[in-house]
């Protein structure tokens, strides 16, 4: 029988059982994101602790596009400020997307959900990879691309060509996206990157894991292992 990975969510339990403290986490929200604060609500963290505050782009946009990054990095700061009274360990910006694309710099202290990804990978060794996302198809090119810089090879890659509407995705088609991936490119991979924070990853983590016997990793639980892995005491 194969031996199977520990898998992505035995680690983030171990790391939070391991904590010597409560660790509290900033999360900074775009407006419309439902998932995240659903997905870390069901992981069971009972030392990581997320305090969260909305971004609302000038826009007003729900679509991912360049006004809708910029957007959300121009309103970091005041919501940051928001949680100015709050003693934080880390701080990012749940967007994936909004972390490989330009715009106006963030907050120091501000990470985002890819910075979180690309953390992730490392702390796990991992230097090939194949990437789904509900993204369009020249957003998800240039994620890759950018992981590709970042030193982590994408072997493949497949998106659902979406600009809105992430909530909705259900787990079956996380399942037939997974599906268009080379089967060569997964099986070489050594880890499934579900990318955005956006879409509900977490019904499909284990079991695809257990499919393909490498770690899958969603955006929302690399922010929970940055969170619960931060010991540096960052304030808001």
């Known amino acids: 029988m194969q031996q199977l990975p520990d898998g992505t969510l035995a680690t983030l339990a171990a790391l939070d059982a ?5 660790v509290r986490a900033g999360l900074l929200l775009p407006w419309a994101n439902v998932a995240v604060e659903t997905e870390l609500a069901r992981l069971g963290l009972r030392r990581t602790v997320f305090h969260h505050a909305r971004l609302v782009p000038a ?3 729900t679509s991912i596009d360049t006004s809708f990054w910029h957007g959300l990095r121009e ?3 005041q ?7 709050i003693p934080l360990d880390a701080v990012m910006l749940a967007c994936t997307s909004a972390g490989f694309t330009d715009g106006p710099p963030l907050p120091s202290a501000v990470l985002t959900a890819f910075d979180a990804l690309q953390q992730a990978l490392t702390k796990a060794a991992v230097a090939r990879v194949v990437l789904a996302t509900p993204y369009p198809a020249p957003v998800t090119e240039g994620e890759a691309a950018a992981l590709s810089e970042a030193g982590v090879e994408v072997l493949a890659h497949a998106s659902l060509g979406l600009t809105d509407g992430y909530p909705e995705v259900t787990p079956d088609r996380i399942r037939d ?9 997964v099986r070489a991979a050594e ?3 579900l990318s955005c924070t956006g879409w509900h990853t977490l019904p499909v983590i284990t079991e695809l894991e257990h499919r393909f016997g490498k770690p899958v990793l969603s955006s929302n639980l690399a922010m929970a292992l940055l969170a619960a892995r931060a010991r540096t005491g960052v304030r808001s």
């Open 18 to 22: 391991a904590a010597d403290h409560t």
């Open 79 to 85: 919501a940051l400020d928001s949680l100015s009274h």
């Open 177 to 185: 996206l997974v599906e268009q991936l080379s089967v060569d490119a």
């Open 75 to 77: 309103a970091s700061t």
């Open 191 to 193: 880890a499934v990157v």
């Open 59 to 61: 826009s007003r946009t």
